[in-house]
Every structure is written in C-alpha cells, then in structure tokens.
C-alpha cells in the first residue's frame, strides 16, 4: 500500500460533482512535466492545488487519451501515492490538482502539457502550498500554452532569501566587516565567499595579501572571477629581507595608504588578508586611523555618488591579540562575524550595527562549498535524547511507609491554633504591656559604684577603641 | 651518508651558538641574532636556509622538494627572540621553500600549557593560523601507560579538497619504539586487544 501523505496539506475540497454535470476527468492526471525538478539542493516543496470550475466540459474531450491509463501513471509512483494516500481506479469527479515539486532556488518552472486552456487554469489557481504553509498563490503570468512559470510563494522565497541574504546583508551596510577566526574555525573561506559575491556583482576586488600566496589566494575561483580580483602581494617579501626591489616601497603600511588613494570610479571591495599580520607589524593607532580613512572613503570625496560604498573586509584571528587591539578593531566594525562551530558544523555569529539603529544579533550555521559559495544548515546534528525506560511504572512513594504522613483532624487543628513562640501576635503585646500576677518577671537592681565607668558605646568595656 | 651527499644539511644550534662569539663580527652567520641587543630579526637565519636549500642546477642531480625541519622553535623564544620575529621567519621560509620550491616546512613549537607565557601563546596560534596541518601530540587524559604513550590529534586547515566531507579532525594514539612510532586507532592498541 502507498504510504500516507506527508506533511498536514490542505484538507481536501469535497468534490461534488453538481447533478447533471458531464462526468469530468482530474485534469491533474495530466502529467506535469517539471523541469529543474529533483535538484538534491532544494529546499521547499511546493505543491500546487488548482481548483477547477464546473465548466471544464470542453476540455474533456482533449483527455480522452489518459484514460485508459492507470492512475498515477503521469509522475512518478512515488510521488503519486504521497499526494493521494493511495488511490484506486481513477476516480471521477475529483477536481483537484497535485503538484508536487521540489523549488529550487529562484523559481520553479511547471510545463503542463494535455491542458489546453491553461488561461483558465491559471484563473484557478488558489492556494500554493509550501510545506508547513498554505500561502494564497500570486498571480502568475502565463507563458507558452505548455509552460507555466512559477514564482515561489512568500514562504519559499523567504528560506531562499535567507541563503542569499547571508552574505549580502554582510555586505549591506557598508564600511568594515571583521571576520574573527581561530586556529580551529579558520575564516579564510568565508572571506573568500564574500569575495566572489563582490565580484559577481560586479565590483572591483582589491587584496591586499600577507599570508598567504597570490597562487593559493586565488585557487578555487574561476577566471571571470580572477579577472575582477587585484592581489597587492605582502606574502613574498613584505619586509624586504630580499633587497631584490620587487616588494612594495614603504612596507606594508605604505601598500595599505596607496588603497586609500585609489582614482578608481566604482564600488569597490577591499579585502585585508589579514589584519592579524598587519596589526603585529604596525602600530595599533595606525592601522585604525588607517583603517578608518578606507573604510571611509566615500564620504571624504565629494563627488562619488551616495551609492557607492566601499566595503573592506578583515580577516583577525582572535587568539593572536589581547583584548585591547581587538576591542578596538571590534569598534570600527560595522558588521562582525565570529566564527565557531560544533560537531564538526561551522557557525557564525554575527553583529550588525546598522547607523542609527541598535546593533543586531544573528547566529547562523553554514557551510562553505568547493568553489566558496554558502550553504546554510540547519545547525549540528542534536544528541539523541535519552527515552524514559517506559516499563518502569512511575511510583508513588508516599505508599508502604512505616511512618505516617497525613494528619488526622485533630491533629490539624492543634496544629493550625498553635502560636509560634517568637511571632509577635496581639496576646503577645497584651502580656508584655500588662505584666500579670502569675508572671514572674526579673528585675535587675544596679548601682553603680565609683569605680564603673558606663560607657553607652561600649558597655562591656572590651573594644579597644 | 645523507649527510655526505648533501641531501641533509644539518645546523646544529648548540655548537653553532658557541661559534658566533669565537668569530670576527663582520661575517655573516645564522644566528647573529645572538649578539645582538635587541630582539632582532632571523635574517641571517633565514638566509642560512635559502642558501641550503637552494636548488642547485649544477649538473648533479638536483633534489626534489626540499623539506626544512625545525627543532624547535620555543627555543628561539627563550634565547630573546620575539614572537613576531619568529612567525616572520616561518613566513619567510613558507614563502621561499613551499611557494618557489614546491617543498614543505615541518616546525615543532612546545605547547606551554597551563604555564601562562603570552609570547608562546602567539607564537603557537601565530602558526597554527599559518599552517595547513597541524599535529597535536599530548599525553593520554587518563595518565601515564606502558603502551600507549600519548595520542596525536591531526587537523586540516585547508579546504582545498574537492571532497565534500572530509574528516578535519583525527585523532590516533601512539607507542614510541626504538627508531620507529607504531599508530593504532583509539582503544586498539595490540596490548589490549
């Protein structure tokens, strides 16, 4: 028997066929053809319910040709069986259409074929579902009579525009973005995701490179990539120990002024490689004043448009400085990311201080990929709890004692019109006002002599004051 | 022999440390860092092991991939050397041996544990972040035993396999003998099983 359907989908429509009515045929035999379908990656499902009107009879006839086939027989069995439960001879009258699609990112095209009046169809459409979510369908353009091209709805717009907002709203704000790494959780990959979204969106890349080599700095990108990127080499020989000439003049800190002083119209992104190695070689005040006037470059020039920003992104890693310098770096940042994990499962945990508005958290687990883009994960993989041994029956332990727990009630009232010795109660005040005769009260007769010396702040006289 | 061939080029630090102070101070030798007041830099050292590696293309057969390995670099911490001199003279020889030669750099720097020295702490997140292996050796959590010595945790730094998962982080457990070291998974030493 084919298992039941998955997740809780819409409740099924009562399919009263009106009396009268020409038997009609489910339009959704129709086999949808989906293209781009399967992708591993995906990350919705999307089922798509049309509900037809009666006046379909038309179309019936353009149908005749499924009917002598079994039922389910247009997609897949497996996906058959999910979307109806299980389902004998085909049944008439039903006026449902299932989708089932696995969305990749973008949009999700549908072509399906058998259907001829497809404006109609579209019309029809109500309701889009995304697993976990009924979402009420927007409206779709029709294409060619056989395509129908799917825009994802809210709900999976949403989780894809989370994959893609992660780096972009790293980008977002401008100014500086403090990758801190460690030994263990190293940042270079995500600087060079970020890297590779600057560049495919069209900026002119500038590295600036201490620690690693121009050949290995660029492995993994591709060349359109590699044409966008400009490495300033500091690996080979940044402190002139060669006395070949090659390096640049000045050292570092002269490499770092020239990208403040570049000419060159555009967003620009300029990636340090890593401040880490330029923060133990030049002085702290430096490198910030230094870092401040790139990161704010645009405001200085009077002339760039407000759009362009420069983005400078740093690479520290955390272990390597004391708290003062990477307090300070942490301050200049606009965006901070601090990279850790568990389980094997990279994690970032991200800062955002947006101008004027209180600074945000963010923590994401993600993934880099060969060919450095992001992949978000749902986080590490959980401990298995421990089940309670469910043959134990829970207990109660106030049974089988040998002493007794409850009170009788006479018990209870003495104990309920006792009073406790020291609470101070109206009879109290009564008896320590009005000394009676059955009390027998001390009295304290004391003169002093000649020699007492009664001091009110020390009468005992044992202070050594 | 290996030494004879020149395949091994030896410095041996103690003896070389006594030679500087017996020689005329003009001449250039590794570890001038020595003499000097200040903390300094490890030119001369790094000059010493580019011109020991060089290849040599002067007929006989050149070797391949030249491997540098240093015993140790805590040592260089301890003589007055700072930190930051020491990490740019392991750049200077990833730059030289591994990007112009094609070779590797082995470097073995003492973890100072719970002792807190900063200046070691850079040093060895310093090379850790410049490194793409790293291979921690410590003793067992449990204590000292007689055949297992220690376990040796290796991890990989660089995301350069295609290879969707890889493991980054292993973990073996290690016996010590004569001239060799005998690596069995955790658990399956043969005194055991």
């Given amino acids: 028997m084919t298992p039941a359907p998955p997740a809780p989908g819409p409740p099924r429509p009562s399919s009263a066929s009106p009396p009268g009515a020409a038997p009609r045929h489910r339009e959704g035999e129709q086999g949808p053809r989906v293209a781009g379908e399967a992708a591993e990656r995906g990350t919705e499902r999307a089922a798509q319910k049309a509900t037809h009107d009666e006046g379909k009879a038309q179309r019936n006839g353009e149908l005749g040709d499924r009917r002598g086939q079994p039922a389910g027989a247009h997609m897949g069995g497996e996906w058959h069986g999910r979307i109806r439960g299980g389902c004998g001879p085909r049944q008439r009258g039903a006026s449902s259409l ?62 894809t525009r989370r994959i ?91 490499a770092l002024r020239a990208l403040c002083r570049r000419t060159h119209p555009g967003p620009v992104t300029i990636a340090l490689d890593s401040l880490s190695w330029l923060l133990l070689h030049l002085p702290c005040t430096t490198l910030c004043q230094t870092l401040h006037t790139l990161s704010h470059q645009d405001s200085c020039r009077g002339d760039s448009s407000p759009g362009e920003q420069v983005h400078v992104l740093g690479l520290l890693h955390e272990e390597l400085h004391g708290p003062g310098p990477l307090g300070v770096l942490s301050s200049l940042a606009q965006t901070e990311v601090t990279l850790s994990g568990a389980l094997g499962q ?101 003169e002093p002599d000649a020699y007492d010396d009664l001091d009110q702040e020390d009468p005992d006289d044992d202070l050594d004051v | 022999t290996a030494r004879e061939c020149g395949q091994l080029v030896f410095l041996e630090g103690l003896k070389s440390a006594v030679d500087v102070f017996f020689r005329p101070q003009e001449e250039p030798h590794p570890l001038q860092f020595l003499r000097e007041a200040n903390s300094g830099n490890l030119q001369p050292l790094y000059e010493f092991v580019q011109e020991a590696l060089k290849p040599m293309d002067s007929g006989e057969a050149a070797w391949r991939c030249p491997v540098l390995l240093v015993d140790d670099l805590s040592v260089l911490l301890s003589l007055g050397v700072g930190a930051v001199a020491v990490l740019d003279f392991i750049h200077y020889c990833r730059a030289t041996v591994c990007r112009e030669w094609k070779g590797n750099v082995v470097a073995l720097v003492h ?43 290796i991890l990989w730094r660089r995301p350069s396999e295609p290879t969707a998962q890889r493991d980054r982080s292993l973990t073996y457990q290690y016996k010590i003998q004569d001239k060799n070291v005998s690596f069995f998974a955790k658990g399956m030493s043969p005194a055991v099983l």
Avoid at chain 1, 237 to 251: I, R, Y
């Fill in chain 1, 98 to 159: 299932h989708l089932c699609i696995r969305a990749q990112e973008g949009s999700i095209r549908v072509s399906l074929p058998g259907i001829v009046n497809l404006s109609t169809t579209h019309a029809r459409l109500r309701q889009v579902l995304v697993v976990g979510e009924i979402v009420d369908a927007p409206p779709l353009p029709c294409g060619g009579a056989w395509q129908w091209v799917v825009t994802p709805s809210e709900g999976v717009r949403r989780g």
């Fill in chain 1, 164 to 254: 893609l907002e992660m780096l972009e709203s790293l980008l977002a704000i401008g100014g500086l973005v403090l990758l801190r790494d460690s030994v263990e959780w190293e940042g270079r990959s995500l600087l060079k995701a970020l890297i590779k979204k600057s560049a495919l969106c069209g900026e002119q890349v500038h590295i600036l490179g201490c620690e690693v080599s121009e050949e290995e700095f660029r492995e993994g990108f591709d060349s359109n990539i590699n044409s966008r990127l400009v490495y300033h080499d500091l690996f080979r020989d940044p402190l002139n120990w060669s006395e070949t000439g090659e390096t640049l003049p000045g050292g570092p800190l002269e």
């Fill in chain 1, 346 to 446: 990279a994690s970032a945990h991200i800062l955002y201080r947006r101008p004027q508005q209180r600074p945000t958290h963010q923590t994401q687990w993600f993934s880099i990929l060969p060919d450095f883009s992001l992949e978000l994960q749902g986080g590490p993989p959980l401990e298995p709890q421990p089940y309670p041994d469910p043959r134990v029956p829970s207990m109660d332990p106030t049974t089988h004692l040998t002493f007794n727990l409850r009170l009788s009630k006479k018990e209870r009232e003495a104990k309920d019109s006792l009073t406790l010795p020291f609470q101070f109660s109206s009879e109290k005040q009564q008896a320590l006002l009005c000394p009676g005769l059955g009390q027998a009260t001390s009295h304290i007769f004391y």
């Fill in chain 2, 111 to 153: 973890d100072s544990g719970d002792a807190e020295d900063e200046e070691n702490d850079i040093l060895l997140n310093g090379l850790g972040h410049q490194s793409h292996l790293i291979l921690r050796a410590e003793g067992l959590a449990t204590g000292f035993c007689k055949d297992v010595h220690g376990q040796l945790r």
